[in-house]
Nanobody
Framework: QVQLVESGGGLVQPGGSLRLSCAAS????????IGWFRQAPGKEREGVSC????????YYAYSVKGRFTISRDKTQNMVYLQMDSLKPEDTAVYYC??????????????????WGQGAQVTVSS
């Protein structure tokens, strides 16, 4: 069955870096857009970044643009989120999610039907 597993979370100081990994199984990245989302305590889940299936186009939330980079390795069925210049406000549980989509990335979180279990990222000194 479709499964997404995140790894790479942890505790990092402000200004530091982390790389999250999302291992996909039960499907191939061809035909699926993959998104990264996050949810901080007491806040709604928000989209962070997404990579489209057809051309690998990438999309970022304004709050992370220039600091985060999404990438994928189709041969390994993996998607990554490189997070640099981390800030305390980046603290959240980060999720990867998949949606069957050839072109672009859906704007609605609810469009993504497959979700990982989440990885905690804490940015604190």
């Amino acid at each position: 069955q479709v499964q997404l597993v995140e790894s790479g979370g942890g505790l990092v100081q402000p200004g530091g870096s982390l790389r999250l990994s999302c291992a996909a199984s039960g499907f191939t990245l061809d035909g699926y857009a993959i998104g990264w989302f996050r949810q901080a305590p007491g806040k709604e889940r928000e989209g962070v970044s997404c990579i489209s299936s057809s051309d690998g186009a990438t999309y970022y939330a304004y709050s992370v643009k220039g600091r985060f980079t999404i990438s994928r390795d189709k041969t390994q069925n993996m998607v990554y989120l490189q997070m640099d210049s981390l800030k305390p406000e980046d603290t959240a549980v980060y999720y990867c999610a998949a949606v069957s989509a050839i072109f672009g990335c859906p704007s609605l979180t609810s469009a993504f039907g497959y979700w990982g279990q989440g990885a905690q990222v804490t940015v604190s000194s």
